[in-house]
T-cell receptor
Framework: SQQGEEDPQALSIQEGENATMNCSYKTSINNLQWYRQNSGRGLVHLILIRSNEREKHSGRLRVTLDTSKKSSSLLITASRAADTASYFC???????????FGTGTRLQVFP | DAGVIQSPRHEVTEMGQEVTLRCKPI?????LFWYRQTMMRGLELLIYFNNNVPIDDSGMPEDRFSAKMPNASFSTLKIQPSEPRDSAVYFC???????????FGAGTRLSVL
């Protein structure tokens, strides 16, 4: 399977703490994206990092990319109960329109 | 724009029946994707279209599944005959080409009894 792997599979933290999720992938990529999925909803795009970038920020989100290790991490700082959701990484495969999604991390933030 | 619109939101059917899921992509997007999500297998790409042409259907599980995109604003995913193992949430997404951001619909939750 080309599917990426994410860890941890599940993460529980208190409001105000930081949450870090990791993603590993297998193919050469154009970019890597992170999506969020609230229960019973579709996926929503959060942030995109290109293959020639190493770090990117958007609000409370920080993404890193290490193409030599084929890995990425998503850091959510000062988490809120509203951040409770599943988070997926997705890699844009070179020369295709496809995104390969990871297995996801379920984040629970307790108030 | 209203975003990607899928219908129905929920579908309950009996084994052997035909099921048709519908999707209206975001206007102006030229790629459309059908995914299936289950607890066991996660999010799987079934098929995707570019400019209404099927590009990669390697994820379609079997001949019981078929997808069409007759024009830029409409696509269907059909299962005939349906089986209980087809029970899942089916998502449609659209984007510009070349690995760009995908916009997902709310999904269709299919239950085959």
């Amino acid at each position: 399977s080309q599917q990426g792997e994410e860890d941890p599979q599940a993460l529980s933290i208190q409001e105000g703490e930081n949450a870090t999720m990791n993603c590993s992938y297998k193919t050469s990529i154009n970019n890597l994206q992170w999506y969020r999925q609230n229960s019973g909803r579709g996926l929503v795009h959060l942030i995109l990092i290109r293959s020639n970038e190493r770090e990117k920020h958007s609000g409370r989100l920080r993404v890193t990319l290490d193409t030599s290790k084929k890995s990425s991490s998503l850091l959510i700082t000062a988490s809120r109960a509203a951040d409770t959701a599943s988070y997926f990484c997705a890699t844009a495969v070179r020369n295709t329109d496809k995104l390969i999604f990871g297995t996801g991390t379920r984040l629970q933030v307790f108030p | 724009d209203a975003g990607v619109i899928q219908s129905p939101r929920h579908e309950v059917t009996e084994m052997g029946q035909e099921v048709t899921l519908r999707c209206k992509p975001i206007s102006g997007h030229n790629s459309l994707f059908w995914y299936r999500q289950t607890m066991m297998r996660g999010l799987e790409l079934l098929i995707y279209f570019n400019n209404n042409v099927p590009i990669d259907d390697s994820g379609m599980p079997e001949d019981r599944f078929s997808a069409k995109m007759p024009n830029a604003s409409f696509s269907t995913l059909k299962i005939q005959p349906s089986e209980p193992r087809d029970s899942a949430v089916y998502f449609c997404a659209s984007s510009w080409t070349d690995g760009n951001i995908q916009y997902f619909g709310a999904g269709t939750r299919l239950s085959v009894l």
